[in-house]
């Protein structure tokens, strides 16, 4: 693990069950037929003190706008341009969170003090060349670029034992260590 950032990360345990939980939420909604594409994800806030990024709520995100315009469009040629083809087809894949669901966690938050840290997502596909799926896509990075968040990775390859791995911006190489509270 690389922490190029010499930052790290304070998960508390109530956070991490509340984003797993999620992710098996929606990995059973996926296998029950109910979701087509087997995805969570999420928004992650709380607060920073020198080198310690300390979260303290996560939500998940509830409206995926991704289907319409003008966001069909962009997303289509992302994909076209940056995903690895998987079992998922790419029209499928993407993820736009809803301007006012995503505005009003963050209004909401603004309240007790609490910043938008960054997102979560979860990968349940192994792949050939990254069969524990718990970094983040070169997709990943393209669409975190300059966005100065965090990108929580959380690998449901195994829902037994899953992973959960932050990187700086979607950045291979700019992971953050992360520990419980």
């Given amino acids: 693990?690389?922490?190029?950032?010499?930052?790290?990360?304070v998960l508390p345990d109530?956070?991490?069950?509340e984003m797993l939980a999620h992710c098996r939420d929606a990995l059973a909604?996926?296998?029950?037929g109910r979701q087509q594409e087997g995805k969570a994800f999420g928004l992650v806030f709380g607060k920073k003190e020198n080198r310690i990024i300390s979260v303290t709520r996560c939500f998940p995100l509830e409206r995926n706008v991704r289907s319409r315009p003008p966001w069909r469009e962009q997303v289509d040629r992302l994909m076209a341009d940056y995903a690895v083809p998987s079992e998922t087809?790419?029209?499928?894949?993407?993820w736009v969170a809803d301007p006012?669901?995503?505005?009003g966690r963050?209004?909401?938050c603004r309240q007790t003090g609490d910043i938008l840290l960054g997102t979560y997502h979860m990968h349940r596909v192994a792949w050939e060349h990254d069969p524990r799926r718990d970094t983040p896509t070169k997709?990943?990075?393209?669409?975190?670029k300059d966005s100065g968040l965090l990108m929580f990775i959380i690998s449901m390859v195994d829902p037994r034992q899953p992973v959960i791995r932050v990187f700086s911006e979607g950045l291979v190489d700019r992971e953050l260590s992360v520990s419980g509270a």
């Fill in 100 to 103: 006012a669901e995503l505005f």
């Fill in 1 to 9: 693990m690389t922490n190029s950032l010499e930052l790290s990360v």
């Fill in 89 to 94: 087809p790419l029209a499928g894949r993407g």
């Fill in 139 to 144: 997709l990943d990075a393209v669409l975190a």
């Fill in 106 to 108: 963050i209004r909401e």
């Fill in 29 to 32: 909604s996926f296998h029950a």
């Fill in 14 to 17: 109530e956070c991490r069950r």
